[in-house]
């Protein structure tokens, strides 16, 4: 009954930007962390921002500096804007959100589908 919804993929030159959004929706408590993993083919899927409740965030080291993870509380919406991406950034971006619906006694992680942002000339 939860369910995460991300948009915003696609492709882009070498040092453009791109913004992706995930919607998170269903019969929900609260939202705990949110944030943003990485896959690309061949490796395994890393962490790249997470941003908390507090809103503390962290970030991948390859990402600082060019990554940012935010979050709209009011429409249970995270985002990364991507800003100076390099064909290294290329990968399935998954969001994800550690919640807990209502009928829980406990919190529970749930990730979107995934979509794939490809930086290449």
């Known amino acids: 009954q939860v369910e995460l919804v991300e948009s915003g993929g696609g492709l882009v030159q070498p040092g453009g930007s791109l913004r992706l959004s995930c919607v998170v929706s269903g019969s929900i408590r609260s939202i705990n962390a949110m944030g943003w993993y990485r896959q690309a083919p061949g490796k395994q899927r890393e962490l790249v921002a997470t941003?908390?409740?507090?809103?503390?965030?962290d970030y991948a080291d390859s990402v600082k500096g060019r990554f940012t993870v935010s979050r709209d509380n009011a429409k249970n919406t995270v985002y990364l804007q991507m800003n100076s991406l390099k064909p290294e950034d290329t990968a399935v971006y998954y969001c994800y959100a550690r919640i807990r619906p209502w009928a829980a006694s406990r919190e529970y992680d749930y990730w979107g589908q995934g979509t794939q942002v490809t930086v290449s000339s």
């Open positions: 941003i908390r409740s507090s809103s503390s965030t």
